[in-house]
C-alpha cells in the first residue's frame, strides 16, 4: 500500500468514526424543558436534578451513576491506581474531526494511558455559560460518551455549575479518571538508554492546525481533520509486543517539541529527531509553512511518544500500525549520548538545529 | 533511518527542498568561493530568510571565509517606540478595542512597568491588557474591520506594522471602504532607504544583499538599483532552502566577476518590476515619508503614511490631543539592549550581553527576542550561537 492510500483509508475510518459518532448523537433528541442553559440548572435545584436525569444519566448510562449518591461506589480495581485529571477548554468547541466533548474524555484516558495504566472509571464537571444551548451540550455529551465506550471507561459522577452570562465561555469541561496498574509496568525517563528508538503513532500537528483553521479570522476551507482519540487500545497492543517499552506521553499542546524536551532535561542523553521520517499530512504541512508554524511544535490529540528499546522498535512499530489511530506510524529518531540534555533535529541536508522548548501558543506570522 | 517513513509527508522530494540540489548548490558555493579567495559578508533583510536559515541550519552548508548576515528584516524589531506607546495608551482609552498581530502584542515601549524588578523592563501592549486595555490578536486586518463592524459604539485601532506585504492588505481594505469608527496606526515601513545607509556606516563591509522574496513580489526589484550602482551584488531570495542557496551562488560570483547587478534566481514568483496593480493601489491609499527605524534613524521617506483622502483613518490624528505627548517619546531600547548593532548587522546577538541570560523568548528583554522575526529569537530558538552539534550515538 502506498503511503498516499494509507493515508486515505486513516481518513476513511475516521470520518467513519465521526459519522457513527454524530449519527448517535442525532438518534434521540432528549426532550429537555428548556433550549438554553439557566443559572437555575447549577442552583442544585429541581432544575439541576432535571438536567441530571435528562441528561447525564440517561446518555452516560452505568449503574454507579444512576444511584444519583453523593459519590459513585466503583468495583475494587485491585493494585496500583493510576490517577489523572485535566480540564478542557476549546475554541471552537466542535471542530473537524472532533468536539470538546470527545477531547475532554480522550484527554484524560491518553494521560492515564501513556503511564501503562487501564483507564476505567472516569468523573465529568461541567462549568457551563447562562444561556448557551442545550442542544449542543447534548451533543458534547454524546461525543463524551460514544468516546468513552470506545475507551471501554464508564463516567460514574459528575457536577455542573452555571456561569453568568459574560463569565464563561460556552462549556468547560474537566475530567477526572482512574485507571489501574499492574505491577509489572516500569516506565519512566529513568529507563530511557542511548540506543533507544523514539515512535510517533501517525502524522503530527493535525490537530493544532485543523482547530487554528476554524478560528475566527482564518476559516480557511482546510481539508483536514483533528486526530483526537484515545490511545488506551494502541498502548495496550503495543506493550504486548514491546514489554519493555521504556517511557510514553501523550503528545499535547506544544507539539512534540515540548515532550522531547521534558525527556531531555537534565538528563545524561539527547532526543535525535530525524526530520525527513517525521510523518506530517501534506495540508499541514502546506498551511504550517503558510502560517509560520512548525509542525513540531502544533498540537496532537491523538498522539504518543514513545522510547523503545531497539530490539523491540520495530515489533512496536508493527503493532502501532496495526491500529486504526496508528496507521502512519514511524520510528522518527534515537536516543544519542551527546549532546546531553539538548533535542535535536537533523535535517534533509544532514545540519542540525536545536529543537526548542515551545514557550507560547503558535500564533501564525506577520510578514 | 529511510525505513522510519513510507508516511505521507515522510520527506516528499519537493524541488525547492531537494537534498540533492542544495547538496550541489553547496558544492557550487564551496567552488565561487574559492575561485574568489577571500573572506565574503552577505546580507538578507528579511526575518523570514534567518528563520529558515536557522530552521534547516543552512550556515552549516557554507565554507569557512562565505558569511551570511542579518540585517534590518523584522518589521516588529524596527517599529519605533513612538508607535508602540501610542497602541498602548489607545489601548488603555475607555471605548478603545486595539488589534495587532500576536508578535507585535509582547513587543516592550518605553513606558516603565511599575513594580518590575528584573531591571529596565518596559511595558507591552499584552502589560495592558493585564491593567484592563481591550487588546486583541489578529491575524489580518479584515478581521480587525469586522471587529469594527460588530462593534459600532467602540472605536476599533489596528497597530498596523509590517513592510510592503502588510501595507498592501490595509490599503485594499481602506480602499474596498472601511468602517468610521477604524484607524490605523501607521508603523508601516519600506525597506529600500534602510538599504541606501547601510553603506554609509562605518566599517560597512557588506558586498552582497540577499533580498526579500516576499516583499520583492510587489515593489519588484528596480528599487534596489541603488545598491547595484555602489557595486554591490545582489539577488532576489525565496524561502525554501533550495532558494536561498541559489541566491548565494548568484551574489558569490556577481561578487568573483567584479559585476554587481540584480539577479532574480527568484524568478518563479518575481518580476523586475514587481505586482504594477498592487503598487498603484498601495500609492493610492499611502505615501512615503519620513519614519524612525526604532534604535537607527529616521530615515527619509522610508514610511507609509495615509494620503489625504484616507486620513480620517489615522490613529494619531483621531486621537491626537487626548494623549499624552510626553509617555510617546522615551529611549529608544532598554539598558544593555543592543538591538540596534543586531538589526544593522554589526553584532551577533549572543554579543549583546544579556542575550540567553535575562533575555530569554519566555521573558524578552528586547524586541528582536520578542517577534519570530527577530535575529535574537531566531538564534535563541535554532541554537545558532551553539557550537555546531557534534553528535555521539548509541
Ligand atoms: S539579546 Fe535581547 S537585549 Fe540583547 S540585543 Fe537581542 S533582543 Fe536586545
Redesign the interface.
Known sequence: MT??N??DVQNAERSAGAEARAASAERTRLVTRYDSVRLSHGSGGKLTLELIEELFVSVFANEPLRELTDAAIVANLGGRIAFATDSHTVKPAFFPGGDIGRLAVAGTINDLAVMGAKPAYMTAAFLLEEGYDMAELERVVRSMKATADEAGVAIVAGDTKVLERGHGDGVFINTTGIGFLPDDVRLGVGYV????KVLVN??LGDHGIAVMSR????DLAVELESDVAPLNGLIEQVMQVAPNVRFMRDVTRGGLAAVANEVVLRQAF?L?V?????????V??QYSEML?I?PLLAANEGKVMMIVPPDEAEAA?GAMKAHPFGR?A??????????EG?A?V?????????L?MP??EQ????? | MAEGGGAPGAFRPDTYKDPELVAQLSGRIAEVAAEIGRPVKLMHICGTHEHEIGRYALRDLLPEGVTVLAGPGCPVCVCDNEYINLAIQLSLTPGVILCSFGDMLAVPGSIPLEGERRGDVRMSLLDARARGGDVRAVYSVFECKRIAEANPDKQVVFFSVGFETTVVAVAAMLKRGAPDNLTVIEANYYTPPATSLLPELDGFDIEGFMLPGHAVTITGLRVYEHLAERGIACASGGFEPVDVMASVVSLLEQIRDGEATIANPYNRLVKYDGNEKAKQELDEVFELAPIRWRGIAEIPASGYKLREAYAQHSAARRFAGTLDEVALRGAEHPKGCRCAEVTLGQIRPDECGVFGKLCTPDSPYGPCMVSHEGTCRAWYTYGMHKERLTVEAA
Open positions: 503511503s498516499e494509507a493515508s538508554r542511548p540506543g533507544d501517525g502524522t478560528r475566527e479570522g482564518l539527547g535525535r530525524f526530520d525527513v521520517a517525521v510523518p506530517i499530512h501534506d499541514v504541512e509560520g512548525d512499530l502512519e514511524a520510528i522518527i529518531g534515537d536516543i544519542v549520548r551527546k549532546p539538548v535535536l537533523e535535517t534533509a541536508y544532514g545540519t542540525r538545529r536545536v526548542e514557550i507560547e500564533l501564525p506570522r506577520i510578514c
